[in-house]
């Protein structure tokens, strides 16, 4: 929150300030902490000053320390100005419905991906966004190494990223993490999409408790997931598209499915899933000095290129 912003709230005693406004012999920019609040921002803070003096200032005519010393860090907003980064996307794909064979006519079409920062931005004070995020066009493009960092960690929709049947962009460069994908693969896994299981099934228990009626959507991506994870850990790839469970998955959409039918269906796949993570090949972990590996590869290619063309 930008200093500009706080001039709605009040700010609480002990805060240490820097003035913006002469008091008395005190000159712009010192240095105090606030002693006493007012009951709104209205009337005027009484402030105690390093050197021992004691004054009052109205809102306007003090920022907050921390945000005065970082002001031009944290506002990267102009300097990013400067950059398209969607120029700098090396792989496009398409996920959800689409992808997983349960769209139908309404359906959006959510493309995600990754991209790789120009180098002198990237090593700049002002650093790089994790996410590129247009919510407009249903898509999201995450850092190279945020997306790595999220592979690692087994992350469901980005492990769907790297597996989806519907790709339509790729640079050389996305398609060697692409052929390494199954580097990304460990009993983490079980460990991760369990959360994700776990964190849904209790929002739906939520549900039936305060409304009587589950979320049908969310019922459907539950037993999606599970049905993910068991061929994951079996077969060492993860499948994105369940069309062969399609009219079943769409009928829990649809709300045609009764809870019950649901839940025994799920501690089925859980039977599975434990079953699966006891007998996998899967290593115990990630490769990550593979991953490590080719982020400073694409680091060193970027860094050699002059901006992005969108062909890193």
Not at 224 to 231: A, D, E, Q, V
Not at 239 to 263: F, K, M, Q, T, Y
Request: net charge negative; glycine share 6%; charged share 30%.
């Amino acid at each position: 929150m930008s200093d500009g912003d706080q001039f709605q709230s009040l700010v609480p005693t002990g805060t240490e300030i820097v003035t913006r406004a002469v008091a008395g012999e005190h000159p712009v920019g010192s240095v105090g902490v606030i002693t006493a609040s007012p009951a709104d921002n209205t009337h005027s803070y009484q402030i105690h000053l390093v050197d021992g003096a004691e004054i009052s200032l109205r809102r306007e005519e003090f920022a907050i320390l921390k945000h005065f010393q970082r002001h031009g860090i944290d506002e990267p907003g102009a300097v990013l100005a400067e950059y398209d980064l969607y120029d700098c996307v090396i792989y496009r794909c398409v996920v959800g419905s689409r992808a997983y064979g349960l769209d139908g006519d309404e359906s959006d079409i959510d493309r995600r991906g990754i991209y790789l920062p120009p180098a002198d931005l990237q090593w700049s004070l002002y650093g790089v966004p994790e996410q590129l995020e247009n919510k407009e066009t249903d898509e999201a493009y995450w850092e190279l190494r945020k997306f790595l960092i999220l592979a690692l960690k087994a992350n469901p929709n980005i492990l769907e990223c790297l597996h989806t049947p519907i790709v339509e962009m790729v640079t050389p460069l996305a398609q060697e993490l692409l052929d390494m994908r199954e580097a990304f693969l460990s009993k983490l896994v079980y460990q991760t999409y369990n959360g994700y299981v776990i964190s849904q099934f209790k929002k739906l228990e939520q549900d039936l408790r305060t409304r009587g009626e589950i979320r049908w959507k969310h019922a459907m991506h539950l037993i999606r997931l599970l049905l993910s994870g068991i061929t994951a850990l079996r077969e060492r790839y993860v499948p994105v598209s369940v069309e062969e469970h399609r009219d079943r998955l769409l009928a829990i959409r649809r709300g045609e499915v009764p809870w019950e039918e649901i839940d025994a269906w799920r501690l089925e796949l859980h039977k599975e899933f434990d079953a699966a993570y006891e007998k996998t090949s899967l290593p115990e972990r990630p490769d990550y000095a593979g991953a490590n590996e080719f982020l400073i590869k694409a680091r060193k290619m970027r860094a050699f290129e002059n901006g992005c063309d969108g062909h890193g």
